[in-house]
């Protein structure tokens, strides 16, 4: 059986059991959700978990199956009135943090959008003893659901005040290093490297986010990223590995519309990939 073929029956025993197990809440048809009163506000749950769940069950369990459901609703809205009282408007709270692709295992029940091929958005709650990253139960439960805000956040809270300086990777050859020491955050920045890239920027810039409060960016203006380029590659390599918040291993190239390319620290400068047709195309060293 498919879960929407159980739904008229299922919502039907949510309403029979609402009254005695959870007198305050309510059963939303337009929305197939059940309404829980938490403080000012209400938290949601979704009748899908149950119909899922009764899908797999025979008929005669259904009655023990939403049972079980609603009062784990019912336990789960307690602890959203306990966060909500911690944390107060846990929106104020909210952070976007860049992070490796996760694996579908790893991003299942997560906030988590694409960031590109390479890289999640995951949605964490910024709190130095209860935060983490926000799983859709507790966004449904706390009434988190337009996040538009998120990333407006972590910039103007903890990206405002990030170090811009100059390093040098070979003799006459810099690296440009976007910091802030002890930051979950900077590796937000990943997809706005423009910014901090001399103008023009018309072939890109190496891109290597080693931990999550270091960006380090190398424009490409001339065949000198050649020889830039496994430096560049090790630097990033020892930086991730002696990391505390390790974010990315690699190395990328940041071109076009905000695409991200990943590069071996050998990329082949023959051939026909993206990379080495720049490459044949770029102006001598300088």
């Excluded at 609703?73 to 911690?86: C, K, N, Q, T």
């Excluded at 001339?222 to 974010?247: I, K, N, W, Y």
């Amino acid at each position: 059986m498919e879960p929407l073929d159980a739904a008229a029956d299922v919502h039907a025993l949510i309403r029979d059991v609402l009254p005695a197990l959870a007198p305050s809440a309510w059963f939303d048809p337009g929305t197939s959700e059940v309404v829980l009163p938490v403080g000012r506000s209400e938290a949601r749950a979704s009748s899908w978990t149950v119909l899922e769940r009764c899908a797999r069950a025979p008929r005669s369990a259904w009655p023990r199956v939403v049972d079980e459901w609603v009062r784990e609703v019912g336990d789960r809205a307690f602890l959203a009135i306990g966060e909500m009282e911690l944390f107060g408007d846990v929106r104020e709270l909210l952070r976007l943090r860049i992070v490796p692709k996760l694996a579908p295992s790893d991003r299942e029940g997560l906030v988590v959008v694409p960031a590109g091929d390479h890289f999640d958005a995951v949605v964490m709650i910024e709190h130095p003893r209860y935060g983490g990253p926000l799983t859709k139960a507790r966004a449904g439960l706390l009434g988190l659901h337009k996040l538009g805000y998120v990333m407006t956040n972590t910039h103007d809270r903890e990206l405002a005040d990030v170090s811009v300086h100059d390093q040098p990777l070979l003799p006459g050859r810099d690296v440009r290093v976007v910091t802030k020491p002890g930051s979950r955050y900077v590796s937000a920045l990943l997809s706005e490297v423009d910014q901090f890239l001399p103008w023009p920027n018309e072939h890109g810039a190496l891109v290597g986010v080693p931990c999550h409060s270091t960006l380090l960016l190398y424009p490409i203006t001339s065949t000198a990223v050649r020889d830039v380029l496994p430096v560049f590659a090790d630097v990033v390599r020892e930086m991730h590995h002696g990391a505390e918040d390790p974010c990315a291993p690699g190395v990328y190239w940041s071109h076009g519309e905000r695409r991200l390319t990943p590069l071996a620290a050998d990329a082949p400068t023959e051939g026909t990939g993206e990379f080495a047709t720049l490459l044949r195309h770029l102006p001598d060293e300088s």
